[in-house]
């Protein structure tokens, strides 16, 4: 268990680190923060709480074996958090993808619908919210329930071995609309929007030809959203499988092997480091406006972003289909 330990401890205090830093980026950011800000900044806070109120709680768990926490009511609330968190977290990496989609696809709609992007944006983040409680106080509800698990007796999660068929139902609820439906609505948004930039790519060599700047910066712009899918697709096709294929066996009532749902779901736990880095920390908008805050803390000289006709090029086109860039 030192190795689990050890994990956890980590993710817990680095974790924290990234989604405040992710915080104090949004809001450190000179230009008006738009719709994909605030729902950043609402997903940095949601796994940013996931870290402080729920894998502590797990962490002196695991410190603890020989006299775990007996306090039936703390252990199921804390299981509670850790579920609406996380599920509500992967409901806010949905709406980033659909946002972008929007963006980039039709910019025209989106500017004669979201006229008012922060009031868009609560809408889109009120839903996430209600979403993620919705799935996690049903089981409370009587559609499943909150249980010390089998292994890890420290450790309360929805049961995952019921005799009911009506608390099995929601084990297969929970997969097709917490894992299968959000992993297909991420696919199918960002191999669009991909699928546009390639449009994008053909049309500037048809009218400017291969040569020109605007085609160069459009086929870097389709080469940065190449990297862009892979790194959503796969970070959250890798972070949630093992666990869910542990739900399905365990719902199946088939054995798992010893420590396997334990890593599965600490491997899970990781999506709160992969999120801040992949939707934020990559994007040259955020990182050079926490150089600059460094920069100032130190009373160094600020140094200006650098910048080329070419790069202007890329952004005014960029800026017309939505955020795309990642360097």
Known sequence: MASVIILLSFLCGFSVVLNATVVLAIFL???????????????????????TLGFPVELYGFSNLNSPLQNEYLCKANGF???????????????????????????LKIQKFFLDSRREALLFILFCWIYGFFWSVTPLLGWNEIIREKEDTHRCSINLNPEDNNKRSYLYSLMVFCYFIPLVIIIFCSLRVHFELSKMLKLCKHISGREA????????????????????VSSFFIVWTPYTICVIFSSLRSSLPTGL???SALFAKSSTI????????????????????YRKIFKSSVVAPFTERSQTAALSTLSSHGDASFT
Not at 86 to 102: E, G, K, N
Not at 274 to 293: A, D, F, G, H, W
Request: aromatic share 10%.
């Open 213 to 232: 700047s605007i085609t160069k910066e459009t086929y870097k712009l389709e080469r940065q959203d190449f990297i862009s899918i892979s790194l959503i």
């Open 274 to 293: 992969l999120n801040p880095v992949i939707y934020c920390l990559m994007y040259k908008e955020y990182r050079e406006t926490l150089q600059s805050e």
């Open 29 to 51: 950011k000179r230009k008006s923060k738009g719709m994909r800000d605030i729902i950043l900044m609402s997903l940095a806070i949601c796994d940013g709480v996931q870290c």
């Open 81 to 107: 958090i850790v579920m609406y968190l996380a599920l509500t977290a992967i409901s806010h990496l949905v709406c980033l993808c659909v946002y972008r989609f929007l963006s980039i696809v039709y910019p």
């Open 261 to 263: 749902l334990t890593y």
